[in-house]
């Protein structure tokens, strides 16, 4: 899923990638950047954490002519308030009417901290439904937003892309949660490395004994709701307890047994038993 999305294979108009210190996406946004100018004419790419030339320097010299690098940090007032605004996009995309365009933010998080979450969402919505961009693609830092602004841009996004750390403690998995035009949504994990050129490399599924460390630890360490309060009964079910519940058979399921049971109808017939061997449907016959 993940190789389909970077080479435009699954159409998706809004790709948003959330990550944390342990695992940044900026990587994973050059590859799409590159990836994107090899199927679009133009391509935005807003910088608020990197200067452009750390992109521009990095893509390939012949897509160079494509991009076109928006500084983000130099719109700043003289009282230190942010001054850039997503609707300048709006307005340098819609000159370009006609050209297929596709536009990239290396962080989401500095905008949404300085103006309210559901301004930037509706900003970023009016930019993805536009007649001629083909695609955006943002990553926001989970660990430093708040859970409900991650929950406006997840609920506006196509694709969701979680980067999670791996278990092995090389290379990089993530889960994928993308939504078709059709309506239909695919859920996977997956996992890829990058090559000494921070290109996308070995992208493969993820393996139930690969899990990432973050689910993990979440799931040992989840805490008792229930460890405060003086009960007189308990909520939490013992490991054997859990054991002993997996192994009931319950009447709906199948045991996996192939034997079919059999059964049989003993009557005893009784003097009163009146039987009328004529058939009563004769008269139906024509």
Known sequence: MLEDLLKGHEKSRFILITDSLECIGRHLLLNWVESALERCEKLFLLCFERPPDFF???IQPHLRQKLICINGNEDWDETGEMTFNLARVLEEVAQGEGTPTCVAIDSLTLPILMRPAPVTCRQLHRLATSDHV????VVVHRDLTDQHACGLLEHKATTVIDLLPSVSGSGHA???RHCRPTGKVFKT???FDFDEAIRIKRISPLKATQEPQKILALTSQEPD???NLDLSFKLQLSESEREARSQVILPY????????????????ADDADDFDEEDPDDDLNI
């Open 174 to 176: 993530c889960h994928i």
């Open 134 to 137: 083909i695609q955006v693609a």
């Open 189 to 191: 994990r997956e996992s």
């Open 225 to 227: 709701p229930t460890a």
């Open 56 to 58: 521009h320097n990095w």
């Open 253 to 268: 399921l199948k045991d996996g047994s192939s034997e079919t049971s059999t059964s049989k109808i003993l009557y005893e």
